[in-house]
Nanobody, 126 residues
Framework: QVQLVESGGGLVQPGGSLRLSCAAS????????IGWFRQAPEKEREGVSC????????VYADSVKGRFTISRDNAKNTVYLQMNSLLLEDTAVYYC???????????????????WGQGTQVTVSS
């Protein structure tokens, strides 16, 4: 059974940094992708970044390019989202999600993902 557990959210001032972690378990191979998504109040869930566990390829939403970095530690079965230069509009509940993906990197479409973590709140406020 696949399980995802996020951690690392919190309150930070604009311009600050946070690192989110997503610990994954239950996959029988490395052919899957982990995506980070976020949902602000009264807004739709949106893709932030995604990484292929098998080859490490990554993709980012335009709104976070140059500020966020996704990475993986396969030995720990953990994916990280380093968030720098945080903006007020980055405030949201952040979710990690996973999907088996045999070739390359998955999409950043929430509907494509089969497994979801419980979410962690990120609040950017002065």
């Amino acid at each position: 059974q696949v399980q995802l557990v996020e951690s690392g959210g919190g309150l930070v001032q604009p311009g600050g940094s946070l690192r989110l972690s997503c610990a994954a378990s239950g996959f029988s191979s490395d052919y899957y992708s982990i995506g980070w998504f976020r949902q602000a109040p009264e807004k739709e869930r949106e893709g932030v970044s995604c990484i292929s566990i098998s080859d490490g390829s990554t993709v980012y939403a335009d709104s976070v390019k140059g500020r966020f970095t996704i990475s993986r530690d396969n030995a720990k079965n953990t994916v990280y989202l380093q968030m720098n230069s945080l903006l007020l509009e980055d405030t949201a509940v952040y979710y990690c999600a996973a999907v088996s993906w045999p070739g390359g990197i998955a999409t950043m479409i929430p509907h494509d993902y089969d497994y979801w973590g419980q979410g962690t709140q990120v609040t950017v406020s002065s």
